[in-house]
């Protein structure tokens, strides 16, 4: 393994940053960035460069949990990281390395860290110990309290290019146009379109989402039969994940230990995974409205393979503001609204908007 970043797709101007902290890291990194990124893929990289330098078989040790000097700290059960676990985290980053010259701590779901657990590790944060580094992963500063945030180095991530998506996936031995489909779906998340490759419903789940305007009807019943086939949609694309999940539970299982928190681990995984396909469902339906504005103006379009009859169906200004109303949607369930409540109160107020 010559580059430990080698097989991260985009992110470009993110690698080549941490390659040069790896020299000389901070003492505490916040990786921020929406769901499904990579932002935790590049973290426990970065990790395995801080720890192991050069060394491949350490790299390899370190990308596979497997490296007495890297902690991963997670959440205790299904929803939070509790103070409890922090201040065992503390105890430990007091002590010195096992294996080499440094201790790297990895929250990669740092921000369900709860506020007292956060401030039990504001502390080690002002005091660091000389050989520990702290690489915390979450969605955004605001998960965490000001005074933790304000003490990591914070590193952003942003969604990735269509284009390099695609090459990404090509230069896994992904066929082209399942690379161009998957990477247009996952709206610029690798870790979604690396799910999403192999998948060929791909085209299905795009599609249920692009006739949603042609639909939609002034019928409140006709909402509720939308948002779940929808909703539905969803099921074959998270199938690969699950089988790749039950696989990984059966391995820990015999191997009889840690198959609770994997478990645990899994269930959140795959809640991500769905959220991430409802919003890039939503993102897809915001692009046939965008595009059916744009059209009527001459501009491109980034759904070329939707009719021009189609999109000539609703005047620019009502195609503006039906895709304003689809992306409240998506705010709506960032605050954890019901999606099939959500999608049918949308598809209800697009029918009523003719």
Same mark, same amino acid.
């Given at each position: ?10 992110? /470009? ?102 506020? %007292? ?21 979450? @969605?955004? %500063? ?36 399942? /690379? *161009? ?19 060929? @419903?791909? &085209? ?24 779940? %086939? ?23 299982? @015999? ?13 959140? @995984? ?60 998506? *705010? &709506? ?22």
């Amino acid at each position: 393994m010559d580059d430990v970043f080698g097989d991260v797709i985009g992110h /470009a101007a993110v690698v080549d940053l941490l390659r040069r902290e790896v020299e000389r890291p901070a003492q505490a990194y916040l990786f921020v960035g929406p769901a499904s990124v990579g932002k935790a893929s590049v973290a426990r990289r970065f990790a395995a460069a801080l720890l192991c330098g050069p060394d491949a078989g350490c790299r390899r040790r370190a990308l596979a949990g497997n490296h007495p000097d890297l902690v991963h700290v997670e959440p205790d059960g299904r929803s939070a990281i509790t103070v409890d676990q922090v201040r065992h985290t503390v105890s430990q980053a007091s002590l010195a390395p096992f294996a080499g010259w440094r201790k790297v701590f990895l929250f990669e779901e740092g921000g369900v860290m709860n506020d %007292e657990a956060a401030n039990a590790l504001l502390k080690t944060l002002e005091e660091p110990t000389a050989s520990t580094v702290f690489v915390l992963v979450a @969605e955004s %500063e605001d998960e965490l309290p000001d005074t933790v945030a304000s003490r990591c180095r914070t590193i952003v991530f942003g969604r990735v290019a269509d284009t390099d998506l695609a090459a990404g996936l090509v230069a896994r031995g992904v066929p082209p146009d399942q /690379a *161009e489909r998957a990477g247009r779906i996952s709206g610029g998340r690798p870790g979604l379109a690396l799910a999403l490759a192999t998948r060929p @419903e791909v &085209a299905e789940f795009r599609h249920a989402w692009l006739s949603v305007p042609l639909r939609v009807s002034e019928h409140p019943g006709d909402a509720y039969v939308l948002a779940d %086939e929808v909703a539905a949609a969803c099921g074959p694309l998270l199938a690969a994940l699950r089988n790749d999940q039950a696989a990984r539970n059966a391995a820990a299982e @015999e191997e009889g230990g840690g198959y609770r928190s994997l478990k645990e681990r899994n269930e959140r @995984e795959l809640r991500r995974a769905t959220a991430a396909l409802y919003v890039s469902g939503l993102e897809i339906l915001a692009g046939f409205y965008r595009d059916a504005a744009a059209a009527q103006y001459g501009a491109p379009v980034r759904n070329p393979d939707v009719p021009a009859t189609a999109l000539a169906s609703m005047l620019p200004a009502a195609a503006v503001a039906n895709a304003e109303r689809v992306l409240e949607t998506i *705010e &709506a369930l960032q605050a954890n609204q019901r999606p099939t409540l959500a999608f049918a109160n949308l598809f209800a107020d697009l029918g009523a908007a003719g």
